[in-house]
Each structure stands twice: as C-alpha cells, then as structure tokens.
C-alpha cells in the first residue's frame, strides 16, 4: 500500500512538468547540478545544460558531453520502492523511520556518486556505455538496496525480532 501511495504522490509531481515541453523536474535538475559539483573536484571544465530536444540535462565532463540526467536517473523510484520495503517490514516506529531517512539519504548520495563516476568512464571509455550504464551500475545501486534491506529484515524489522525470540 505503501509503495502505490508513493507512487502516486510521485508521479502527481512529475505531472506538473510538461516533458512535450523538454521541461525536467526540479528534483532531477537537483541530482544534475549536484552531480557537476562532484565532477568539478576532478575537472573544472564540468558543467550542465539543459537539453532542448527530450526532458533531461545535458552533463559534460571535461567539456564534452558524456551523459544526461533524466528523471529515471534521479533514484527517487529507488527509494520509493526502498521505503515501501521497510514499511512492509516494519520495525519500532523510531527505528523505522530513522532506517527510513537514512537509507534515503543513503541511496541519493551514492546515486550522485554513481552518475559522476559513470560520466567519467563514459569520457575514458563511451564504448563501453551499454555495459557501464545497463549492467554494472544499476547492480551497484540496486546490490546495495537490497544490502540494507537484508540489514533491515534481519536486525530491526518486528519480523527479526519475532524470529530471534522463537
């Protein structure tokens, strides 16, 4: 229930953005600019732009294009369905929604990481683009999703608790 109910909300959101219109949500604009700021520690020369033909943002390392950010990029379906989880196994109220916000934060930081070494291999290597961006780094992001759940189910979902006490 929970996951339907985020998931409207989201997709409610994204609806006020007219992507006819090349418009990109401002939480996807977020995850592009912070994504620069990581890549401008390692090149100065980074920086973003609107894309004018299709609803995402244009990243460039090194002054060149290497990748673009659309609202798929942006993880918030990730964590949609990472909350929804917890939620189907909850834990004490504290606990939950700590594990909750703290996974969220979690899996965003580590989603800007993702989309800023992904732009660097695609400069080092754009052959290599189906098998870095289909293949390895969404097992990164979703492995580690599926860590903190196994870490949430075993030490403080009420359903661990049930089993250590049987």
Known sequence: MSYLIL???Y???LNKFDASKSEVDTFTQSV???TVTVLSWFDSQSYTMPNLKEP?????YHSKYVSRIIEGCNA?????LFIA??????GKFKQTVLFILLGSVFIHVL??????LLSIALYHFPQYEHLLHGVIFPL????IVFLLWVVWVNKYSLYATASITK
């Open 32 to 34: 592009a600019q912070q």
């Open 76 to 80: 918030l379906s990730v964590i949609i």
């Open 85 to 90: 989880f917890v939620v189907a196994f909850t």
């Open 7 to 9: 998931t409207i909300l």
């Open 11 to 13: 997709q409610s959101y």
């Open 140 to 143: 990164i992001i979703y492995g």
């Open 111 to 116: 989603n800007i990481g993702r989309i800023a």
């Open 56 to 60: 995402s943002i244009k990243i460039f």
